[in-house]
Structure formats: structure tokens, C-alpha cells
């Protein structure tokens, strides 16, 4: 068995393994969400840490999805999610914390914040240049521009205002 077979099989027996975590993460993400608003519906109103964490359902979904798609994780979605984490731990435990740890999970947000605008500016900036992605597909068209949304969906705004008046 030559090295180039021992590493082919080592590289498939990885990525099995990496596509199993990531169904068992978005199946676990899923049974979570469902319980969550099982919680909701029997307790009879949602309240707003409910909407932050399914949120945060929905992004770690987005991200699974992401990397099941293309094989890589864009940084800024675990930014994203820990910007709603902290946002949702501070509306939550807002009356058990003091000024300065208000203060600081409020500075935290905003130095994550800043560090998606500066992550956006260089991926603007000095883009990567394109090719394939990990599982050897190549690049979709205009994917970049598209974002997580369907195709279409949100491309021109539609002027309401009448060219009559």
C-alpha cells in the first residue's frame, strides 16, 4: 500500500467524520429549536431571549450549512453568533449584573462588531481570487453577491412610488 492510497483513505475517512459532526450538530441544533418552542407554545407567549436564541439556532444552522456547502466557515458567522449570545445574556441577566459588567459585555459587542466591519472591508478590499472549494466543486456564479438568501429574493428594490404623481 503506497503513502499516496494510506493518505487518500486517511483524507475520506476525515471527511466522513466531518460530515457526521455536522449532521449531528445541526440535528442536535434542530432538537433544541424544537424543544425551545415546544416551551414557547405551552408557556403561551415568546419572550425576547426566545427570539435571540432561535436566532442563534438559526445561525449555527446557516453555518453548518455553509461549510456542508463549500467545505470552508467564513469567520464572521461565529461573530455573529457570539454577538447574539452576549446580547442575549445581557437582556437576560441584565438585573443580576452591575454597571461594569453591563459596560463590558456592551464594549465586547461593539469590538466584535467593528472586527465584522474590518473583516467585510478586507474581504472587499483584497478579495480572494476564486477557485475551487475543498470538495472540489467549483464556485457558483455570483455567489458572493447573493448571500444565504434565495435567488432573487431580495435583488432590486422595487420603487412603490407612481411615476403618475
Known amino acids: 500500500m503506497s503513502m499516496q492510497s494510506i493518505a487518500d483513505k486517511g483524507k475520506r475517512a476525515i471527511h466522513l467524520l466531518e460530515i457526521t459532526g455536522l449532521f449531528v450538530i445541526a440535528l442536535a441544533t434542530l432538537v433544541s429549536a424544537g424543544q425551545d418552542i ?3 407554545i405551552n408557556r403561551g407567549h415568546v419572550k425576547l431571549a426566545d427570539l435571540l436564541m432561535l436566532f ?9 450549512a455553509i461549510y456542508l456547502d463549500s467545505g470552508k466557515l467564513p469567520i464572521r458567522l461565529p461573530i455573529y453568533i457570539a454577538i447574539v449570545a452576549l446580547a442575549r445574556f445581557l437582556v437576560l441577566d441584565m438585573k443580576e449584573l452591575d454597571a461594569t459588567a453591563m459596560l463590558l459585555i456592551a464594549a465586547t459587542i461593539l469590538v466584535l462588531a467593528l472586527a465584522v466591519l474590518v473583516l467585510r472591508y478586507g474581504a472587499l478590499k483584497y478579495p480572494y481570487k476564486e477557485q475551487q472549494d475543498r470538495w472540489n466543486k467549483p464556485p457558483r456564479s455570483g455567489r458572493r453577491n447573493e448571500g444565504r438568501h434565495a435567488a432573487g429574493v431580495f435583488r432590486k428594490p422595487v420603487d412603490h412610488r407612481s411615476s403618475d404623481l
Open 38 to 40: 415546544a416551551t414557547m
Open 56 to 64: 442563534l439556532y438559526l445561525e449555527v444552522l446557516a453555518m453548518t
